[in-house]
């Protein structure tokens, strides 16, 4: 059965803001189909409709194009290619290689060619299927390998190494070598890519548009369009899901829809179909490993040797920082006395990847589960026994590969308290019972944990800004720079303020985020949206505080009352005014010695005594360093923890699976908002689930993406679901000095997915002798588990390897 679990409903009037299950603030929108998205806004008069032109081929050059049948289709009013854009042809968030409109060449299938511009949507996607264009193929790539041996990287190399690994490779008792892959994963946000663009007076241009990144696209924009970015203003209220797939690539759709509106003058809207969206866009990176690693009779790891592969796709995109945290989460939560790491990004005629939840970590992280789970199996240990002896511990036992001490850690105590909770011991016994007297079924079990930082690895991205409004009437208004996609930014920043000025949560809104308020604005990703936004908004919050705290004490000077009309001024010649901290706000009511007065009455008095009731407020993470060369420093402000207990069952003949039951217990911190955080972790473990078990991605022989739409795509469903699911938050108030010590919950519970894949691995193993070492490839979909599942009868080595055009380039001088 389900344990009992904190309500989500609306806590009591009299329950504090912060740390209470609160709904989210868009709920009763939500439910009532009224909250509005960028397609959902009103369509300014004359609105106009753009499609996209998509290359049918993943690497030529273009020859001709012809656009006769175009033009002469009901309702077009024009076309736009790359010749048309007056300012800078590229998207690209940090190398320049990424074309808004292909020009010349096109690099994978699906890659926008031009815009049909028209008066409805369906006439402008109809009149784009009419072009004619005519290429001379080019050699195309398409296997991350294959690219990564001919030296086809959108970047050079990483390296990340400490101690002398060779050394300790050659001293090991056991010595083990093998490959591995793990597929990538399509971000399928319920709402799609979409942009509005709206000329304004004197060559301005408003743009709407599903972004977790709106001062990147109000860049884009402006540099698309060869003007200033204070022409450009982007808008965004709430997305429907971008999971890290509106971080970077909605600039596209952003700049066409501005380009258009620039061109002809009037309102235009793109928003692509589903399969338009999935064949244009990049989806999480898939990794192909390599790896050597040396351990002792206790699975202990002694030296770890690795060579990552990733598909980057045509263009650099955000790889660079999507390898650099891969690298640093190799490690998960297990000390590597020796390391040498190596990551390469492979230029591929497949669709440039980008940023997804976790951001490379899970794929880091998750190679050291299957060496681990490796390593215990074949000394015939419990792999949760190998994982303990492995955890990072007291000096000695404390330094990351990259330097960084970890000082929080609380994966000791999180995982006694889960193993205890989730009965695990017993159920394995139970587990092993079953899987003697079953001819056909398997169960499985597994604990993993996680460990996962949390910063920008840039430095200089992790700062925030927030404005913070105070009306006469004692409402609050905050805007920052943070973007809504569902997660509960809004609301926990709301919170946030409401406890900074003591009062009900009902009394605080957060609007659309917006480049003319706050300006210079990070993206809202790696977790870092509460932490960054909400410290600003508690800041400027507090100022004002202050202010009206001062105001009190002037108003209430020593020995009167005040008056209800104008400041009375500094308390009598002579006498030091009181400290304005001890000025107490909360219940709505502001405490002054012995004197209450209602917040909203104080701030009235305010306004009447010219006292500033707004304030603009600034965050900036500290303690952060980060060498890029070296990949070294301390680019982490803290770590999250957490872990999980997955039980499924397999079935032999047919390779389907049910997971039926799971045990999620992860590290909040102090959380602010119980209800959100743990919605974030029920999601995030079902969204890494699917991205190990069923989440295929594959391009048929000529570079066409096959899985691009629900019908060819399988995304976890509500079946899916455990009918047993527990989800607990490890109360640990987190020592850094974070926002009321909670922690980042965004994307740290993806990994606690991890479970799932290795509970099925020990479900297959359980079909042999049970201490082989199953060659599951991730996804493990049906055919994977009965690839596995044959392997595993035929009794294969420790380690299959899964073969390769090369395998010379993974050579340790490569």
């Given at each position: ?7 989500t ?22 439910v ?7 397609d959902?806004l009103?369509e ?6 753009a ?9 030529a050059?273009i020859?001709a ?6 033009l ?13 854009i ?22 994978y299938v ?18 784009a ?11 195309a ?21 400490r ?8 001293a ?9 892959q793990v597929?990538g994963?399509?971000h399928?946000?319920?709402e ?25 696209m ?28 509106k971080?970077?690539q ?5 700049c066409v829809?501005?380009l258009a ?16 969206d ?7 990176h ?5 790896y ?26 955000l790889?660079?920082?999507?390898a650099?945290?891969?690298l640093?989460?190799v ?11 190596r990551?390469?990004l492979?230029r ?7 940023a ?11 190679l ?5 789970d ?13 994982r ?7 000096p000695?036992r ?14 000791h105590?999180l995982v006694?308290?889960?193993?205890a ?5 017993a ?6 019972a ?9 169960r499985?079990?597994?604990?993993t ?19 913070v409004h105070?009306?006469?009437?004692g ?7 943070g ?17 900074e000025l003591?009062?009900a ?5 957060a ?5 003319s ?9 790696a ?5 960054l936004?909400?410290q ?8 004002i ?6 105001f009190?004490l002037?108003?209430f000077?020593e020995g009167?009352?005040g008056?209800?009309?104008?400041d009375?001024?500094?308390a009598r010649?002579g006498?030091r005014?009181?400290d304005?901290?001890?000025v ?11 004197h209450t007065?209602?917040?909203?009455e104080?701030v009235g ?8 009731l707004w ?10 360093h980060?060498?890029?060369a ?10 999250a ?33 119980p ?13 890494g ?10 391009w048929?022989?000529?570079?066409r ?7 060819t795509?399988?995304?976890p469903?509500a ?5 047993d ?7 640990n ?6 926002l ?18 290795f ?7 359980a ?6 070492n ?12 009965l690839?596995?599942l044959?392997?595993v ?7 299959a ?14």
């Open positions: 059965m389900n344990e009992p679990i904190e309500p409903s609306s806590p009591p009037a009299s329950a504090p803001p912060a740390g209470q299950p609160h709904p989210h603030e868009s709920a009763h929108l939500h009532a189909g009224e909250a509005t998205y960028v959902d009103p300014p008069a004359g609105t106009a409709h499609a996209l032109g998509l290359s049918t081929q993943a690497h050059r020859v194009m012809d656009f006769g049948a175009v002469a289709a009901p309702g077009v009013l024009g076309v736009l290619v790359a010749a048309d007056p300012g800078r042809n590229d998207c690209g968030p940090i190398v320049h290689d990424d074309p808004i409109l292909a020009a010349g060449e096109v690099h699906g890659q926008p060619i031009f815009a049909v511009i028209a008066d409805e949507r369906d006439a402008a996607r109809r009149a299927r009419l072009a004619r264009i005519d290429y001379a193929p080019l050699p790539r398409l296997d991350p390998l294959e690219a990564a041996c001919a030296g086809e990287l959108v970047l050079p190399p990483m390296r990340l190494m101690g002398d690994v060779d050394a300790a490779l050659a090991a008792p056991h010595r083990v070598e093998g490959r591995w597929g994963q399509e399928f946000y319920l799609g890519q979409v942009a509005l663009a709206q000329p304004r007076e004197d060559g301005c241009m408003q743009v709407w548009c599903s972004t977790q990144h709106p001062s990147e109000q860049q884009v924009v402006a540099h698309c369009l060869g003007i200033a970015a204070h022409r450009v203003v982007v808008e965004m209220r709430r997305m429907g899901g971008g999971f890290g797939g971080e970077s909605s600039a596209l759709f952003a829809a501005a509106a620039a061109r002809f003058r009037r309102a235009i809207k793109l928003r692509p179909d589903r399969d338009d999935i064949a244009i866009t990049g989806k999480r898939d990794f192909h490993y390599d050597t690693v040396g351990h002792d009779e206790e699975g202990r790891l002694l030296a770890l040797r690795v060579d990552m592969v990733a598909r980057a796709g045509c263009s650099a995109d790889s660079g920082p999507v650099t945290r891969a640093c989460h490690d998960n939560a297990y000390h590597l006395p020796a390391a040498d790491l990551a390469r492979a591929t005629h497949t669709q440039s990847n980008t997804f939840r976790g951001f490379g970590g899970p794929q880091g992280a998750i050291a589960e299957w060496v681990i490796g390593i215990a199996r074949t000394l015939g240990r419990d792999p949760l026994d190998v303990r002896a492995n955890f990072y511990g007291g000695g404390d330094t990351t590969p990259y330097g960084q001490v970890v000082a929080d850690n609380v994966l105590a006694d308290e889960l193993e909770s989730s009965d695990y011991r159920r394995r016994a139970e587990i092993a079953f899987n003697a007297a079953a001819p056909v079924l398997r499985g079990l597994a604990l944990p996680v460990k996962f930082g949390i910063s920008f690895n840039l430095t200089h991205l992790n700062q925030a800004g927030a404005l105070v009306y006469a009437d409402s609050v208004l905050v805007n920052h720079g973007t809504e996609m569902g997660q509960g930014l809004h609301t926990k920043v709301c919170q946030v303020v409401a406890a003591g009062i949560l009902e009394r605080v809104r609007t659309a985020t917006d480049t308020k706050v300006a210079n604005t990070s993206a809202t990703a977790s870092t949206g509460a932490d936004n909400g600003a908004a508690a800041a400027a919050a507090r100022t505080r202050m202010r009206l705290a001062e009190a002037r108003r000077a009167g009352e008056g209800q009309g104008e009375r001024g500094d010649p006498r005014p009181a304005p901290a001890a107490r706000f909360a219940d709505g009511q502001v405490y002054v010695g012995a007065i209602p917040f909203a104080l008095a305010a306004y009447r005594a010219r006292v500033q304030s603009d407020g600034f965050y900036a993470t500290p303690g952060l980060w060498d890029a070296t990949l070294t420093g301390h680019p982490f402000h803290y770590f923890y957490g872990a999980a207990v997955s039980e499924v069952v397999v079935d032999t003949l047919t390779g389907e699976w049910r997971l039926l039951r799971a045990d999620l217990l992860h590290d909040a911190g102090s959380s602010i908002n209800a959100i955080d743990r919605g974030q972790v029920e999601g995030a473990f079902i969204q689930m699917g991205w190990l078990t069923m989440e295929e991605l594959w048929n022989a000529e570079g993406l096959m899985t691009h739409a629900p019908s795509y399988k995304i469903a079946h899916d679901c455990p009918a699911l527990r989800v607990r938050l490890f109360h108030p987190n020592r850094a000095d974070t009321l010590r909670s922690k980042a919950v965004g994307e740290p519970p993806l990994l606690l997915g991890f479970s799932v894949f509970a099925l691995r020990d479900a297959i193993a079909a042999g002798d049970g201490h082989s199953p060659p599951l490839r991730a996804p493990a979909t049906p055919e994977a588990i690839d596995a044959d392997a009868r035929r009794r294969p080595t420790p380690d390897r899964r073969p390769t055009p090369d395998a010379s380039h993974l050579t340790p001088d490569a």
